[in-house]
């Protein structure tokens, strides 16, 4: 019997996890990656549906897209993936995909043209909250099988519907949405229309390095080495991610040897691995951001004034230097740093006298309002943080505290007076924070357009609209830079947003770990890279 046979036939899954008090291993099996990581924010596993940031690692790792990044050189920036060579029209519109071949998803069923240009129709078709990130692009229920369709026996075409920088399109296609799936799989289990997705939501239609075994919400996902993927074998046979939410179990846990990598340690725990000479800090400055959004259907919320006088209650210098210290940075713009158009402008700090005097001005006083944040220790520190600074001017400050799932479902009905939570770029293009943060050109209910920040707080965002078309379309780099630098300044000054950091990734990785990274700023994790 081999490592891997025992370990599984005598633990099990869960007990390979163990929680202080049970059983306990000395070390993981060598072709076997064990996780603990929070990741109760999983709503579904449909990647035209998949909009959570943990679902982003398991969707990179059980699909392949048309392009990719390779973990090892990410500074790269995207590589042929199923596709193998484009070509791109004199006009700029239209980019032809030469498709691999001879590639299989785990069912078994080929990988073809016309799989390929089915899976991305189906997202525009399903309408569900990324698929903006596509119909950015002129694509409509109506048009999208014209506009992205199979043109030789090999070769897929998109066009969209004006010029756009083919790579801002490219980029997009490295998003979650634009993941290629088994067309004939999910049409197998397609139920009344709905293309499979009742289905995907708990399965697998990938062709990625691994493939799906099974996803408990709330408490772990397994995935396994496809057997026959087209790129090289992953060493790591297996990768278990279990749902743990304290930081203090999850050191505990690698400290044992029952995990390898530990994703949400606090800094205390970080710092106190250190010293261990079986363990390391993996570092990675991440695209996420935390913010505070405020809901403009908030009577007290949309009042001019209001929401820049509540950017001058937090305290984020007192933050990063004590609870955040070493994994979240002070960042006040919507685009991360190390994106085109960044900016490092960080105008608001802790003054509680003009924070008072610009909430008397608006006719605000003694007020109270709920914020929604979810249940974990980071989030609800910063919360606390923020109750007790907005408390001093008057505003009594409610945390309605939940799951991820629930705190973003009431989020996404616009239902929160404030939201407490991170945001993180689908593809490598100030577009994705930009049409996310100053775009909601329909601010109605019925509009339902959930990708879109701006919605989500009901915020009309008048001339950024404008502003946020004319710059995705500008040719020139240069002059498209500053259109997104003069942008987030004004910006920053009356949407309803305070960014607040950015997210420095410290994981606590078992030394015979090799080979991991979180996807920096760009993309997310990836396992199948990874050796012992």
Not at 32 to 50: F, G, K, Y
Not at 57 to 75: C, E, G, H, Q
Not at 245 to 273: C, F, H, W, Y
Request: charged share 25%; aromatic share 10%.
């Amino acid at each position: 019997m081999n490592a891997f046979t025992r370990y599984m036939s005598t633990a099990a899954i869960g007990l390979a996890l163990a929680l202080p008090g049970a059983a306990t291993y000395a070390k993981t099996p060598a072709n076997m990656l064990v996780i603990a990581q929070r990741i109760d924010d999983m709503i579904t596993l449909d990647p035209a549906e998949s909009y959570e940031l943990s679902s982003g690692d398991l969707t990179r790792n059980v699909y392949d897209k048309l392009v990719a990044f390779d973990p090892a050189d990410l500074k790269a920036g995207y590589k042929p993936s199923l596709a193998t060579k484009w070509d791109v029209s004199k006009d700029g519109k239209t980019i032809t995909f030469t498709i691999r071949k001879d590639v299989k998803f785990h069912s078994g069923n080929a990988v073809t043209p016309e799989a390929v240009a089915w899976s991305l129709q189906r997202a525009v078709i399903l309408n569900k909250t990324p698929s903006f990130i596509l119909t950015q692009f002129g694509f409509t229920k109506d048009n999208v099988k014209d506009m992205i369709k199979v043109v030789g026996d090999d070769q897929v075409s998109i066009t969209t519907d004006k010029q756009y920088a083919t790579s801002f399109v490219l980029n997009c296609l490295t998003a979650t949405v634009a993941s290629i799936v088994d067309e004939k799989l999910l049409m197998s289990h397609d139920k009344d229309g709905d293309m499979g997705n009742a289905w995907l939501k708990t399965n697998d239609a990938g062709s990625g390095p691994y493939k799906l075994v099974t996803w408990k919400p709330n408490d772990s996902y397994v995935l396994q080495a496809a057997d026959g993927y087209w790129g090289k074998a992953p060493a790591m046979k297996r990768v278990v991610v279990r749902h743990v939410q304290e930081s203090s179990t999850q050191r505990l846990m690698l400290e044992k040897g029952d995990i390898d990598i530990a994703r949400n340690l606090n800094p205390e725990d970080v710092a106190g691995i250190k010293d261990d000479k079986g363990l390391k800090v993996h570092t990675e400055l991440k695209g996420t951001l935390m913010y505070l959004s405020f809901g403009q259907q908030n009577e007290t919320l949309a009042k001019p004034g209001v929401t820049e006088a509540l950017k001058y209650l937090v305290d984020y210098k007192g933050m990063v230097n004590s609870f955040l210290k070493g994994q979240w940075q002070i960042h006040q713009s919507f685009l991360p740093a190390t994106f085109l158009g960044a900016i490092d402008d960080n105008p608001y700090h802790l003054d509680e006298a003009k924070a008072k005097k610009m909430l008397a001005d608006a006719g605000v006083k003694d007020v109270t309002l709920h914020i929604g944040v979810r249940d974990q220790q980071d989030r609800l520190e910063i919360a606390q943080s923020l109750q007790n600074t907005f408390g001093k001017a008057g505003i009594t400050v409610k945390l309605d505290v939940g799951t991820g799932k629930q705190v973003l479902t009431k989020y996404r009905a616009r239902s929160l007076d404030m939201y407490l939570g991170t945001w993180g770029p689908d593809y490598p293009d100030p577009q994705t924070n930009a049409g996310t943060y100053a775009w909601n050109p329909t601010n109605t209910m019925e509009a339902k357009l959930t990708g879109s920040l701006a919605w989500r707080n009901s915020w009309d965002a008048g001339k950024f609209n404008k502003m946020v078309d004319e710059a995705v379309v500008e040719p020139d780099r240069a002059k498209r830079a500053k259109m997104y630098e003069d942008m987030q300044r004004e910006w920053m000054k009356v949407a309803p947003f305070a960014i607040l950091f950015q997210k420095i990734e410290q994981d606590g990785v078992a030394k015979d770990v090799q080979h991991f990274n979180v996807g920096g700023a760009i993309t997310a994790a990836s396992y199948y890279q990874v050796t012992k």
